[in-house]
């Protein structure tokens, strides 16, 4: 078969997310699929190689925007290829493709429905209108999480369509470090201060920096650590912003910004703990990232973050922040009860790996191209 993928996410640089998941499974799949020929489209030109004889790519759009390419430029592009099945990588398809070829679409989140507060106003827009009719067109889809799966469905009552769940995988690169060069590595390459609570997200509403932020201050006075922050920039983060530099203890916060993958384990295995608050994930991988290098995890109860954590994290209300604050303290301070929860921590990262998501990607093709169903 010859498939075709959606490969605009790995012209981000981005190290989590959608950008992440695009470009480890990607990889994954090189390796293990040597049947199936793939064809990498994209608008713009993107960083991506692979020593698989089956794999090309394709750009050069006549249209400097993704969304208009996609749906207008890209099914003449897929007809010209003889592209057998299209693979979505990011919630959406290209709705005028041939009949002919049948489609698969992973969904992350429907953030869109549940949060759209949260959303940059462009994207709320593009997923609003291109999700139904994406989700209606598609001959499978695949979530990467059962709650993102029971989501679809609640929401747009998929029929007739194989469906199938793939966790995301954790990078070889994220295992625990030796403390003393971590430490060394962090203070030199990004001035951080050691001992610190670590919290890795986007800096926007869904994450939840604010509930970070104000558990952090509440035992501020009891510990000797900074709150750091690890994230792209965001959106609607201004008021955050605002209320965190009226605080007395805003010079102990420190705001790193985007984190190049090669440092990142770094970052993590020099926290004494990870705080992950967020409202509502898709998948939600920092706190295997986290568990990956040795770190006890304080995550929030919500969404798909327990079905990915289990009991390997202490699990809260993200908007209880006295909560969240006693929770802290009694990792920081007990040291039994956070070697136990590393211990855990380190058991369940070894249930996701890159490898097994590509499996079963591969699987959901074989299903697709065969006409199998559900």
Request: charged share 25%; aromatic share 10%.
């Given at each position: 078969?010859?498939?075709?993928?959606?490969?605009?996410?790995?012209?981000?640089?981005?190290?989590?997310?959608?950008?992440?998941?695009?470009?480890?499974?990607?990889?994954?799949?090189?390796?293990?699929?040597?049947?199936?020929?793939?064809?990498?489209?994209?608008?713009?030109?993107?960083?991506f190689?692979?020593?698989?004889?089956?794999?090309s790519?394709?750009?050069?759009?006549?249209?400097?925007?993704?969304?208009?390419?996609?749906?207008?430029?890209?099914?003449?592009?897929?007809?010209?290829?003889?592209i057998?099945?299209?693979?979505?990588?990011?919630?959406?398809l290209?709705?005028?493709?041939?009949?002919?070829?049948?489609?698969?679409?992973?969904?992350?989140?429907?953030?869109?429905?549940?949060?759209?507060?949260?959303?940059?106003?462009?994207?709320?827009?593009?997923?609003?209108?291109?999700i139904?009719p994406?989700?209606?067109r598609?001959?499978?889809?695949?979530?990467?999480?059962?709650?993102?799966?029971?989501?679809?469905?609640?929401?747009f009552?998929?029929?007739?369509?194989?469906?199938?769940?793939?966790?995301?995988?954790?990078?070889?690169?994220?295992?625990?470090?030796?403390?003393?060069?971590?430490?060394?590595?962090?203070?030199?390459?990004?001035?951080?201060?050691?001992?610190?609570?670590?919290?890795?997200?986007?800096?926007?509403?869904?994450?939840?920096?604010?509930?970070?932020?104000?558990?952090?201050?509440m035992?501020?006075?009891?510990?000797?650590?900074?709150?750091?922050?690890?994230?792209?920039?965001?959106?609607?983060?201004?008021?955050?912003?605002?209320?965190?530099?009226?605080?007395?203890?805003?010079?102990?916060?420190?705001?790193?910004?985007?984190?190049?993958?090669?440092?990142?384990?770094?970052?993590?295995?020099?926290?004494?703990?990870?705080?992950?608050?967020?409202?509502?994930?898709?998948?939600?991988?920092p706190?295997?990232?986290?568990?990956?290098?040795?770190?006890?995890?304080?995550?929030?109860?919500?969404?798909?973050?327990?079905?990915?954590?289990?009991?390997?994290?202490?699990?809260?209300?993200?908007?209880?922040?006295?909560?969240?604050?006693?929770?802290?303290?009694?990792?920081?301070?007990?040291?039994?009860?956070?070697?136990?929860?590393?211990?855990?921590?380190?058991?369940?990262?070894?249930?996701?790996?890159?490898?097994?998501?590509?499996?079963?990607?591969?699987?959901?093709?074989?299903?697709?191209?065969?006409?199998?169903?559900?």
């Amino acid at each position: 078969m010859k498939i075709g993928i959606d490969s605009r996410p790995l012209r981000e640089e981005k190290t989590s997310g959608i950008p992440a998941y695009v470009r480890n499974l990607l990889k994954s799949l090189a390796d293990l699929d040597q049947k199936n020929d793939y064809v990498l489209y994209a608008h713009k030109d993107f960083p991506f190689t692979t020593s698989n004889p089956r794999w090309s790519k394709r750009s050069g759009a006549l249209t400097r925007y993704g969304t208009i390419w996609m749906q207008l430029e890209l099914p003449l592009w897929l007809k010209e290829d003889q592209i057998d099945i299209f693979w979505g990588t990011q919630h959406t398809l290209p709705l005028l493709m041939p009949k002919r070829i049948k489609t698969v679409l992973t969904m992350h989140d429907l953030v869109h429905l549940i949060f759209p507060d949260t959303m940059k106003a462009k994207n709320y827009i593009i997923n609003k209108l291109v999700i139904p009719p994406s989700i209606a067109r598609s001959n499978a889809h695949v979530a990467i999480s059962h709650w993102t799966l029971n989501d679809v469905k609640k929401h747009f009552y998929p029929k007739n369509k194989i469906m199938k769940v793939t966790h995301l995988g954790i990078g070889k690169n994220f295992h625990p470090r030796d403390a003393s060069q971590a430490q060394k590595r962090v203070k030199e390459e990004l001035n951080l201060q050691t001992p610190y609570i670590l919290t890795v997200g986007t800096f926007e509403p869904r994450k939840n920096i604010i509930g970070t932020f104000h558990a952090f201050e509440m035992i501020a006075d009891q510990i000797p650590h900074r709150l750091v922050i690890v994230g792209q920039k965001g959106w609607k983060n201004e008021a955050t912003f605002r209320e965190m530099k009226q605080s007395k203890y805003w010079p102990r916060v420190h705001i790193v910004g985007f984190v190049p993958d090669e440092l990142l384990p770094d970052v993590y295995s020099s926290a004494d703990l990870f705080l992950f608050p967020s409202l509502y994930e898709g998948f939600g991988i920092p706190p295997l990232e986290a568990m990956a290098c040795g770190v006890p995890v304080v995550a929030s109860n919500v969404s798909s973050i327990p079905e990915v954590v289990e009991d390997a994290a202490i699990l809260v209300n993200p908007n209880n922040i006295a909560e969240m604050s006693q929770h802290i303290l009694d990792l920081l301070q007990n040291r039994s009860l956070r070697d136990r929860m590393v211990k855990k921590g380190l058991e369940q990262i070894k249930k996701f790996t890159w490898t097994k998501t590509a499996h079963a990607m591969m699987e959901v093709f074989d299903r697709v191209g065969s006409n199998s169903s559900v």
